[in-house]
């Protein structure tokens, strides 16, 4: 056992900076050693955070608005708006002459804006070419894990209501 | 010049080696840790929330587990490592 170091015989510098060669693979290796704890540290505060994030982020309320007419949208042709909030851009696809799909614009992989490619029937992101069903929003190919959010739509006469989000995260067959 | 440059000892070898498989230890701890945080925020992003308290204690768990071994690998450099010169 040695004895604790005294700041006369012993100065701190001597511990981190050994005038020995041998020894700087003790010191190399401790430091190290602890440069990998602290970058675990960071970790746990990663995980802290989305803990704190998921218990003050309550459950979502979405409005109930017309976002767009149906006779202003023609087939194959797209409109753009924002739902629920001002900084939420979607995409409302009229793929057939009866069925309208409105999706978040965001590509779950890093955010980039989605189109919808008329030719081939589908939302593609041209970042990373994630492309999209956009029957279902469900991933087709490309990097993004999730499908599209999808926004749930309700005609009501000529217009046509978003009622809600739906992010889509249940595995479907 | 050469007394400042000594051989390892028996004892300095074997303390090298078991910092060395406490840093492998660290390593792949770290690296499950990595794996953990981004598998929680994909499925934070999903909407999913049941897993997030079980993936914070766990990476707090394996934090603890990352400080114990640098604990451990301290206290064989602290037991090995002379930090007085010899005298001349």
Known sequence: MKPP???EKDPL????VSIFAADERYVNRRQFAKFLVLTSFGMFVGN????????????????VRAVAMVDEIPVGGV??????????PCILVRYSAADFAAYSQKCTHLSCA???????????????????????GQVIQGPPQRPLPRIVLERRGGQLVA??????TERRA | MDQHLPEQSPPQRRGLTAID????????LLIVQMWLLTATLESFLAGHREGVLPAAIISGVLLLACF?????????????RPFTAPKR
């Open chain 1, 79 to 88: 409109k753009l708006f924002r739902y629920p909030g001002p900084d939420d």
């Open chain 1, 48 to 63: 802290v955070w989305i803990l704190v994030r998921s218990w003050l982020t309550g459950r979502p309320v979405y409005p």
């Open chain 1, 5 to 7: 170091r005294t700041a």
């Open chain 2, 68 to 80: 114990g071994l640098y604990l451990f690998v301290r206290g064989v450099d602290r037991e090995v």
């Open chain 1, 13 to 16: 510098w001597r511990e981190e």
């Open chain 1, 114 to 136: 989605v189109y919808y490619s008329r030719e081939n029937g589908r939302l593609e992101c041209p970042c990373h070419e994630g492309f999209f069903s956009v029957r279902d």
């Open chain 2, 21 to 28: 498989g406490a840093l492998a230890l660290i390593a792949i």
């Open chain 1, 163 to 168: 009622m809600g989000v739906d992010l889509q």
